[in-house]
């Protein structure tokens, strides 16, 4: 029985060698950047990343190679995330869920360290341009030795767990602001700040995010304008929200029946000048305020105190 068995180890092993030169005899090489080192025939190495690019031409196969690099940054960094998320989850009695999972791998391709892989930090290169028979296409590959060592990863790690506890974060506190809006530019900056959190969450935030900014938007639905006070020629009022007076920045679109705005004014109180005197006692004289806030329209009509 150990004969067969050695005997079939044997024949595996034959089987790949012929395999290998099989492969090895249907290409050709044409041309390279000097003896092949022994790191890019073996295509690993401790503490180094080490990737393969093809393309029709040099630069386009270096450019494959580096964002290989960067995959494999991804994956190792993905990869060691969902681990001590799984062990963390698994005390909890719960599972990592294939979507957890690819969200974070779409996180990570998004992180900032991501933006500093690039040839100038590749330690080591290699080039050839080869030929495939009987097609006769040619193409370059080209191999990169990228440094990345296991305290790299562990600080990558590290700061990619931070980064997603800053979105965590920000979440909470654009929901505690909630109902502490002062200007109608705060519900505006915060409702476009949870689209762009929106759009970069894959897991359960996600969801949140956007119910939030479903929230903020609904505060549009509750701004009005209350009349502060009122003289022939000139108009006070204020933004309330619920019982709460907000401000504004924007300028109002002031239209009347008779009268002719000579200004407007905007802070905590805004105010609207106007000449009367096109106005008269037998008519029906307004003033009409209007904002647009998100899709909502805010309006209110001031009545002229001819009589």
Not at 1 to 22: D, P, Q, S, Y
Not at 38 to 54: C, F, N, P, R
Not at 201 to 221: G, M, P, T, V
Request: hydrophobic fraction near 35%; charge should be neutral.
């Amino acid at each position: 029985m150990k004969k067969i068995f050695t005997l079939g180890i044997i024949i595996h092993v034959f089987i790949l060698l012929l395999g290998a030169v099989a492969v090895f005899a249907q290409q050709k090489t044409l041309e390279t950047s000097g003896k092949k080192p022994s790191w890019a025939k073996q295509l690993v190495e401790t503490g180094y990343i080490i990737t393969q690019g093809d393309a029709a031409s040099l630069g386009e196969a270096q450019q494959e190679a580096l964002l290989l690099v960067k995959q494999e940054i991804v994956r190792s960094v993905a990869e060691q995330v969902i681990s001590e998320s799984t062990r963390s989850l698994q005390e909890q009695g719960q599972q990592v869920t294939e979507f957890y999972a690819q969200s974070i791998t779409t996180k990570a391709n998004r992180a900032p360290f991501l933006q500093g892989i690039s040839v100038s930090k590749v330690e080591s290169s290699y080039w050839e341009r080869v030929r495939f028979k009987p097609s006769g296409q040619e193409l370059y590959r080209y191999y990169v030795k990228y440094p990345f060592s296991a305290a790299q990863l562990g600080k990558l790690v590290a700061e990619f767990r931070e980064e997603d506890q800053k979105l965590t974060r920000r979440i909470g506190e654009l929901e505690a602001l909630l109902t502490q809006v002062e200007s109608v530019e705060q519900i505006d900056a915060a409702a476009d700040e949870l689209g762009s959190l929106t759009s970069m969450l894959e897991d359960s935030r996600r969801e949140k995010a956007a119910n939030l900014q479903s929230r903020y938007r609904a505060l549009y639905e509750g701004v009005r304008i209350e009349e502060v006070g009122h003289t022939l020629g000139q108009i006070s009022y204020r933004l309330m929200l619920g019982e709460r007076p907000v401000k504004t920045l924007r300028r109002p679109q002031v239209k009347s029946t008779c009268a002719t705005v000579t200004q407007t004014g905007a802070g905590d109180t805004c105010s609207v000048a106007y000449r009367y005197d096109g106005c008269y006692a037998d008519m029906e004289n307004f003033v009409n305020v209007q904002y647009r806030f998100g899709a909502k329209r805010v309006t209110h009509e001031f009545l002229i105190p001819l009589k």
